[in-house]
């Protein structure tokens, strides 16, 4: 056995999401549902694993997504394999498995799920990740990357935590144009590789775009002084994109344009963004997105036009811890049944279960613990009453009701006790949960 599986420790970069943090993601799943839904959208969920053509040609080849980051491997058939670093291939593939050109176009979907990219651990990069995301197939519209935008703004604000970010916008144009703006700039680049990082100097002849936002002083110089995309970009492109940034005006979405944001997946066109912590820049992007009209097509299906974004989970959470926003406390337990000898227990499962069944969050009657070390746990447990059923209760079928705040205690019949407890709740705080609400 080997020294980390002896250790039985989580695998590096993977982390246990734990009760408090699940609070945070509980919060954040319903603000993202809630708005989809209002929207129109959709919840859609794809494999883990999905044949790894589907992103080697999807996210592209020359991608650092691709290239460094994908968990890869044959399967036990000799298939090879991805679990999928991001959501959009795998869903444009289900576009085209399931034949949605036929369903009412645009097709809207929402995803919160876990990706895994093998990237170098540390704050806000993992390799199990969260993404909530969103995507609109089959149409081209500017009104529409516009809305999914404002969608992701409303979402960030109802988190409490949009000001801490500032919208890049961009557009990279359509394929045609970008193909001479990257031929324009294969060239400039050609015979200064030497001065480019290890990563730009693969780029320059694969990926020559990406260049452009690397963070490397050195190739940022050079970068700088490269041909400029503004004189490639078509009329349509440029209309499209001025469009856009009208729409975001009109829908008070607040924005800066970045000239040289390109994203790091292949498959954009047109109008590209990103969501900037105002503190760090470009490191820790919360969310970003685009339009990405080429990769149906590339997937083997029709030409479809789309566009999306994504935010990471675990990044926005920490957003919303720094600046101190609470989750509710939907966790917490209102009552504990303690109680002394096995008929008493009988009845103590008997009275949770109906708590239960009346929306009550409650715990206990196990173990065969002593009465005073069984108030202690319902203190560790923090809740606000305590039910006591010891032997000679049982017996006189009453029940003792302690309110653990105040140490007071009532006497009353076995009978009244579920009902009882009912009436002491706060109603906002009733869990009632009906299959089909
Ligand atoms: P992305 O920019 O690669 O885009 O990822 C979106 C977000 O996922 C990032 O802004 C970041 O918050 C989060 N994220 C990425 N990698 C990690 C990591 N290792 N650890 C923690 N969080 C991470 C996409 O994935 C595209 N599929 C977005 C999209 C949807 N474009 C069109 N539709």
């Avoid at 053509?53 to 394999?81: C, L, N, P, Q």
């Avoid at 680049?189 to 020559?208: H, I, M, T, V, Y």
Wanted: glycine residues 8%; contains cysteine.
């Amino acid at each position: 056995m080997s020294e980390e599986s002896k250790k039985l420790q989580t695998v590096r970069g993977m982390r246990d999401i734990l009760p408090e943090e699940h609070e945070y993601f509980t919060l954040v799943k319903k603000a993202v549902r809630h708005r989809c839904r209002q929207a129109g959208f959709k919840r859609i969920t794809t494999p883990t694993l999905e044949y790894a053509d589907v992103f080697e040609r999807g996210v592209g080849d020359a991608t650092d997504i691709v290239e460094k980051e994908m968990y890869t491997f044959e399967s036990r058939s000799a298939k090879r394999m991805s679990m999928k670093p991001e959501g959009t291939a795998g869903i444009v593939r289900a576009y085209i498995e399931h034949g949605m050109s036929s369903w009412s176009q645009p097709v809207q979907f929402y995803y919160i799920e876990p990706h895994f990219r093998y990237d170098r651990p540390q704050k806000g990069r993992y390799r199990q990740f969260h993404q909530f995301g969103f995507e609109v197939i089959g149409a081209r519209d500017f009104s529409i990357d516009a809305q999914i935008i404002n969608l992701s703004y409303k979402i960030l604000k109802d988190l409490g935590i949009v000001d801490r970010f500032e919208l890049q916008v961009n557009t990279i144009g359509t394929p045609e144009c970008r193909k001479s703006y990257e031929d324009a700039l294969q060239n400039y680049f050609f015979g200064k590789e030497r001065s480019l990082c290890e990563d730009c100097q693969r780029r320059a002849e694969k990926n020559p775009l990406r260049i452009l936002d690397c963070k490397q002083e050195d190739c940022q110089i050079l970068a700088s002084m490269a041909p400029k995309f503004d004189d490639y970009l078509d009329d349509e492109s440029r209309e499209y994109y001025q469009n856009v940034l009208a729409f975001l005006t009109e829908l008070g979405v607040p924005y800066v344009e970045n000239k040289k944001l390109v994203r790091g997946l292949d498959y954009y066109s047109d109008t590209v963004f990103e969501f900037w912590d105002k503190t760090q820049g470009a490191q820790n992007a919360i969310g970003g997105g685009g339009r990405y009209d080429g990769l149906c097509e590339l997937l083997g299906g029709q030409a479809t036009p789309a566009v999306g974004v994504a935010f990471g989970v675990e990044r926005v959470i920490a957003h919303m811890q720094e600046v101190n926003v609470e989750p509710p406390k939907k966790d917490k337990v209102h009552v504990y049944v303690a109680c002394l000898g096995d008929f008493a227990k009988k009845k103590a499962v008997k009275i949770l279960s109906d708590l239960h069944d009346a929306g009550i969050h409650a715990l206990g009657a196990m173990g065969k613990a002593s009465m005073r070390s069984q108030l202690k746990n319902a203190d560790k447990f923090d809740v606000d009453w305590t039910i006591i059923l010891g032997e000679i209760e049982v017996k006189e079928n009453i029940a003792i009701i302690r309110n653990m705040e105040r140490g007071a205690q009532e006497t009353i019949s076995l009978d009244d006790v579920v009902e009882n407890i009912i009436s002491k709740i706060d109603k906002k705080e009733i869990d009632r949960y009906e299959v089909g609400e």
